[in-house]
């Protein structure tokens, strides 16, 4: 998986791989629920990071809507 992306990636490898906006991206680092340096204004994110939290995502019925998945971020508020 994503074996096309360096072994450290930017903010915009991040929204690539998760098909994410860049709002989205950075809350994930914000939020520390994907492990990363902050060098300067750079983020400096280990591929093995993205890897680690794809893996522990879990899902639960009422998260697929439509046959789409809708992730909900820890903060997020739900209508």
Known sequence: ???TYPD???INHLMEMLHIGK???YSLLQSNQIR???VGKKYVIPKTAVLSFVGG???TD???IDGRLH???KGD???
């Open 1 to 3: 998986m994503f074996e």
């Open 8 to 10: 450290i990636i930017t």
């Open 23 to 25: 709002t989205s991206a």
């Open 36 to 38: 990363h340096v902050k």
């Open 57 to 59: 995502m879990c899902y």
């Open 62 to 64: 009422d998260q697929i």
């Open 71 to 73: 992730l909900v971020m």
């Open 77 to 79: 508020t739900v209508q």
